[in-house]
């Protein structure tokens, strides 16, 4: 593991975590993490001097929503397509 110091950083009252650390906090993968954040998803709070990634409480919290939404549209979509291989496309959700 590398150097704690590395993974946290004090703002001011604010702690701002390098996205390995975020990943682990969240169980998503570090690619998911960027993909998210390129995608506008969520934001970093701030970058280190050497362009690193840094996330704050608010970005942590969207990050565990977005993980929650994601899980819960692909239960969602593997649901529904469950339920219109048994049925006609136009009968209504039970």
Known sequence: ????????????????WSIGEVARKTGLSVKLI???????VVHPAGRTPAGYRLYDTEAL??????QTLRGGWAWGWRRCG???SARAPCQAWP
């Not at 593991?1 to 701002?16: C, K, Q, W």
């Not at 960027?34 to 506008?40: F, I, K, L, N, Y």
């Not at 919290?61 to 977005?66: C, D, E, G, I, Y």
């Open 82 to 84: 469950t339920y219109w």
């Open 61 to 66: 919290a969207r990050l565990q929503l977005a």
């Open 1 to 16: 593991m590398g150097d704690p110091r590395a993974e946290r950083m004090h703002v001011g009252d604010n702690t701002l």
């Open 34 to 40: 960027r993909h998210w954040s390129d995608a506008g």
